[in-house]
């Protein structure tokens, strides 16, 4: 089994940053990609940014330029770095990663129990 553990969150003016990290543990084997995604009230879950193995990452078009992306393959890590924070980027914020290999045959999806990041004066 593998578990996702984020960290991070919190309460920030707007205008401010925040850095959520997403520790991948258990037998894994390798991991295809991994995602932050995000669900604010009364609004559906919605894909912010994230990493696939060999390609660049990816962002969702109201974080560009200022929510920057990053994974550590080796350590089975990814962190989001947000600038410029925004009431509209309040929401609960999930780590998922795809693709994971976990020596149980086939591979699986895997998601975190979320962080709550709040912006607001």
């Known amino acids: 089994q593998v578990q996702l553990v984020e960290s991070g969150g919190g309460l920030v003016q707007p205008g401010g940053s925040l850095r959520l990290s997403c520790a991948a543990s258990?037998?894994?084997?390798?991991?295809?990609?991994m995602v932050w995604y995000r669900q604010g009230s009364g609004t559906e879950r919605e894909s912010v940014a994230g990493v696939m193995v060999g390609t660049s990452p990816f962002y969702t078009e109201s974080v560009k330029g200022r929510f920057t992306v990053s994974r550590d393959i080796a350590k089975n890590t990814v962190s989001l770095q947000m600038n410029s924070l925004k009431p509209e980027d309040t929401a609960v914020y999930y780590c998922y990663a795809g693709g994971v290999n976990d020596y149980s045959g086939g591979t699986r999806n895997y998601w975190g129990q979320g962080t709550q990041v709040t912006v607001s004066s």
């Open positions: 258990g037998r894994i084997r390798s991991m295809t990609y």
